[in-house]
T-cell receptor, first 114, second 111 residues
Framework: NAGVTQTPKFQVLKTGQSMTLQCAQDMNHNSMYWYRQDPGMGLRLIYYSASEGTTDKGEVPNGYNVSRLNKREFSLRLESAAPSQTSVYFCASSEADREEHGYTFGSGTRLTVV | EDQVTQSPEALRLQEGESSSLNCSYT??????LFWYRQDPGKGPEFLFT???AGEEKEKERLKATLTKKESFLHITAPKPEDSATYLCAVQTPNSGYALNFGKGTSLLVTP
């Protein structure tokens, strides 16, 4: 089925460890996004990529880096994980200038940093 | 600074009891207002995009409306399967194509 695939679905890290969250979409969308969702805070934008080869900071970029590897893939890296980064991470994609179709979200990565 | 506020935070309805969810926004220009549904443990699922005041869109028991300051999601004769968190988000010229989300309304429909 077409959509956004995130891996892994669950992860537990120790403070200071690093990891990369993977995201891939097969809808030929130009734009991709990383959000985090915390209780009582809603979805907050970490980074986005309007098109292949470009990335921009969102509301909460500190502690994260991203790579738009190609049109399909957009990864999120935590270089030195902190407990404050415990969250659910969602990747999304959209076709720029066709927002009437909305964003398509992945099913999320549940990350716990201990 | 763009702000999106959803109310109420939580709503409990009896099956068949119609109601409305509110999304008020303060933005420097609106490109679009989006409604999403999110089930527990899943990613948000797109429902509607509204672009200008006076616009309305419908899907089954849901109807979304937009004014210059707020949007309403009307739920007519809800069923238990409508239970979910409903998220509102705005897109502005300053945000590119990124969405700024409200905190959501958690809806529970009981039989």
């Amino acid at each position: 089925n077409a959509g956004v695939t995130q891996t892994p679905k669950f992860q537990v890290l120790k403070t200071g460890q690093s990891m990369t969250l993977q995201c891939a979409q097969d809808m030929n969308h130009n734009s991709m996004y990383w959000y985090r969702q915390d209780p009582g805070m809603g979805l907050r934008l970490i980074y986005y990529s309007a098109s292949e080869g470009t990335t921009d900071k969102g509301e909460v970029p500190n502690g994260y880096n991203v790579s738009r590897l190609n049109k399909r893939e957009f990864s999120l890296r935590l270089e030195s994980a902190a407990p404050s980064q415990t969250s659910v991470y969602f990747c999304a994609s959209s076709e720029a200038d066709r927002e009437e179709h909305g964003y398509t979200f992945g099913s999320g990565t549940r990350l716990t940093v201990v | 600074e763009d702000q999106v506020t959803q109310s109420p935070e939580a709503l409990r309805l009896q099956e068949g009891e119609s109601s409305s969810l509110n999304c008020s926004y303060t933005v420097s220009g609106l490109r679009g207002l989006f409604w999403y549904r999110q089930d527990p443990g899943k990613g948000p699922e797109f429902l509607f995009t509204l672009y200008s005041a006076g616009e309305e869109k419908e899907k089954e028991r849901l109807k979304a409306t937009l004014t210059k300051k707020e949007s309403f999601l009307h739920i007519t004769a809800p069923k238990p399967e409508d239970s979910a968190t409903y998220l509102c988000a705005v897109q502005t010229p300053n945000s590119g194509y990124a969405l700024n989300f409200g905190k959501g309304t958690s809806l529970l429909v009981t039989p």
